[in-house]
């Protein structure tokens, strides 16, 4: 491969689109707001987009399958709501916060049982489980946040906190992406994902065990929707059935920027970062520039359905090499 050939190739890399995207739209918001670029406003942004992006590197591995998670912002309220409902109880800490995981974790359970077991179509499957969550949420809580006397002020440290002048979400976040960078290009789970998306009899044939795999990808999303659950509920000292509304949508049009295939057999978790940090800054920038929330929802449904054209567009007539990267 020449040269030249290798520089058309890093042009038309969906995550080299939207790496360029996402740096023109930091320096059309660096002009426009002053305080854009301050490192309060960056660490903000940061922290804000933390949860999506731990929960899209999950839901990235997920979606080389074939399969994505409609229950993950219904997820997250659920376990903020079981966490703050312990601790008002009058629960430690720590033991709350493991319930409370494993709440999110029996989600993901259920979604993988129906998906990968009964063969349950993902969407039918997870909107049911989107549903069921934040109903049982809502009737936990009593329709209104969970607050009380008896929810020590100790569990803002998750999301309110720095150590070493960084935000503590962050830290989060950072080991988050490694562990999905290692499961995508180092493990055999990440291989077979990408093979089971990119031919499921293929995959069948080879010996991969399809269902087991499908199901694991489903554990994981739900505890690390579980885990930003608890983020949520340290930031805000309450637990509140009604956030995460369009959570996740905000991860899959991230992950969808970020490249990764909907039919399942391409990704990356670089890329599906890319694409969370366009929508944070989107979000940032437009809030700075006073543009209105409903203007804000109408525009990220442009971008979904843009980024919808694009990866069909783009990745349709990507070969399908996975089975090559299990045999190595």
């Known amino acids: 491969m020449t040269r030249n050939d290798r520089f058309v190739r890093i042009v038309r890399d969906p995550k080299f689109l939207m790496l360029v995207l996402l740096v023109a739209l930091n320096v059309v918001f660096s002009f426009a707001s002053p ?4 490192v309060e406003n960056i660490f903000n942004m940061l922290k804000q987009s933390s949860m999506v ?3 899209a590197s999950a839901a990235t591995i997920l979606m ?9 912002g219904s997820n997250l309220a659920l376990t903020g709501v079981v966490y703050t409902l312990l601790l008002t109880g009058g629960m430690p800490l720590w033991p709350a916060a493991l319930i409370g995981l494993l709440c999110g974790i029996a989600v993901g359970v259920i979604n993988g049982a129906l998906v990968a077991k ?20 809502l009737i936990l809580a009593k329709g209104t946040p969970v607050r009380g006397e008896k929810v020590p002020l100790a569990i803002t440290t998750l999301a309110r906190e720095y150590w070493l002048g960084i935000p503590i979400p962050v830290y989060f ?11 995508e290009k180092r493990s055999l789970f990440g291989k077979y994902s990408m ?3 990119g031919n499921r009899n293929a995959a069948l044939y080879s010996g991969i065990g399809v269902a087991g795999i499908i199901f694991w990808n489903y554990v994981i999303v739900g505890a690390l929707a579980s885990f930003s659950g608890i983020i949520v ?11 995460g509304v369009g959570f996740e949508f905000d991860a899959i049009l991230a992950i969808l920027l970020g490249g990764t295939s909907l039919q399942g057999g391409k990704g990356s978790v670089i890329g599906t970062l890319i694409g969370a940090l366009i929508v944070a800054v989107l979000g940032n920038g437009l809030d700075m520039l006073n543009i209105l929330t409903f203007w804000q929802s109408i525009l990220k449904g442009v971008i979904f359905v843009f980024a919808i054209v694009i990866n069909q567009k783009v990745l349709k007539n990507i070969g399908r090499s996975s089975l090559a990267l299990v045999r190595k």
């Open 35 to 38: 305080t854009y670029l301050s």
């Open 64 to 72: 080389m399958t074939g399969s994505f998670d409609l229950s993950a």
């Open 233 to 243: 509920a340290s930031r805000l000292a309450a637990g509140d059935p009604r956030v």
């Open 195 to 197: 093979t089971i998306g």
């Open 118 to 137: 009964i063969d349950f179509p993902p969407f039918i499957a997870t909107l049911g489980m989107m549903y069921i969550a934040r109903g049982l949420a």
């Open 53 to 55: 992006i731990m929960v």
């Open 173 to 183: 976040l950072v080991i988050v992406l490694l562990v999905f960078l290692v499961i």
